[in-house]
């Protein structure tokens, strides 16, 4: 399974980014997909997930302002990332579980800043 992430970059406080993660097969293989992050320092927190049943859970920082969805027919998650923080800066990974198994992205780097 090889999952490839893109959308990262540098942008402003207050702006928007949507990330997009390829993956090798159907996302509707994986019992779950989603998003981690990893600061410097510090270690991969879960950021978003989307179950193949379309029940999504959020962390609590981004609630509101972070969107998980899945596009079945491309085999992509997107994250759509708005009102970015700068404590939102770090590097971004996809995630697809199944059968006790975590395949991992490469990760792609979120910077916030002015």
């Known amino acids: 399974v090889q999952l490839a992430e893109s959308g990262g970059g540098l942008v402003q406080p207050g702006g928007s980014l949507r990330l997009s993660c390829i993956v090798s097969e159907s996302i509707s293989n994986f019992n779950v997909v989603g998003w981690y992050r990893q600061a410097p320092g510090k270690l991969r927190d879960l950021v978003a997930t989307?179950?193949?049943?379309?029940?999504?859970n959020y962390r609590d920082s981004v609630k509101g302002r972070f969107t998980i969805s899945g596009d079945n027919a491309k085999n992509t998650v997107y994250l759509q990332m708005n009102s970015l923080k700068p404590e939102d800066t770090a590097v971004y990974y996809c995630?697809?579980?199944?059968?006790?198994?975590?395949?991992w992205g490469q990760g792609t780097q979120v910077t916030v800043s002015s």
């Open positions: 995630n697809a579980y199944s059968r006790g198994t975590y395949h």
């Open positions: 989307l179950t193949n049943n379309g029940y999504t």
